[in-house]
């Protein structure tokens, strides 16, 4: 199975800070890498599609990045609802792996 | 706009089956190119993959799971469905069904771009 290692687990920041998040294979998955936010209550949703690609309809205020083995997400301007935690995942092969997660909390 | 919906029951006991329906509206699971997933998150942990069925009945599984998961779809009802047997305490999680689709056709890139709200399932002993 291909591992997916997130960083950091726990992400404080504040309204209208830059993050990135990181995610790191354990081979090379080419650009087959997803991200995804989680809330509670909701249901999870898509952000990035194949390392860079936006998804319909997200803020282009996230970006992604990254092909290979290291990969990242980056919200360019922290808004209160991206207070959440967010995830990679790989698309290479079955089985579909995620990361741990990262968890974007308010500083 | 597709839509999923999980069902089932939201308490199990240990060794016994657990059985969730996904329930698609505004898309059909035959469509092609689509696989139909099943995901699942204990509580305070990550996601975990459990496995997909594609529109022409092919399952792939997690090997971790594999030996007691079988995942099924009913075109007719336009839903597909999860059975884990033997469950334990550590089966204990909120599970998700999701579409797993072709993003971008060119390189097979595939996400999961719709998922369900999720449905939480306790394993009592």
């Known amino acids: 199975d291909i591992q997916m290692t997130q960083s950091p687990s726990s992400l404080p920041a504040s309204i209208g800070d830059r993050i990135t998040i990181t995610c790191r294979a354990s081979q090379n998955i080419g650009s087959y890498l997803n991200w995804y936010q989680l809330r509670p209550g909701t249901a999870p949703k898509l952000l990035i599609y194949a390392a860079s690609s936006l998804q319909s309809g997200v803020p282009s205020r996230f970006s992604g990045s990254g092909s290979g083995t290291d990969f990242t997400l980056t919200i360019s301007s922290l808004q209160p609802e991206d207070f959440a935690t967010y995830y990679c995942q790989h698309s290479y092969s079955t089985p579909l792996t995620f990361g741990g997660g990262t968890k974007v909390e308010i500083k | 706009q597709v839509q999923l919906q999980e069902s089932g029951p939201g308490l199990v006991k240990s060794s016994q089956t657990l059985s969730l329906t996904c329930t698609v509206s505004?898309?059909?699971?035959?469509?092609?190119?689509?696989?139909w997933s099943w995901i699942r998150q204990p509580a305070g942990k990550g996601l975990e993959w459990i496995g997909r069925?594609?529109?022409?009945?092919?399952?792939n599984y997690n090997p971790s799971l594999k030996s007691r998961v079988t995942i099924s779809a009913d075109t007719s009802k336009n839903q597909f469905s999860l059975k884990l047997s033997s469950v334990t305490a550590a089966d204990t999680a909120v599970y998700y069904c999701a579409r797993d689709s072709p993003l971008r056709i060119v390189g097979y890139y595939y996400a999961l771009d719709v998922w369900g709200q999720g449905t939480t399932v306790t394993v009592s002993s």
């Open positions: 069925i594609y529109s022409s009945g092919t399952t």
């Open positions: 505004g898309g059909s699971i035959s469509s092609s190119f689509y696989y």
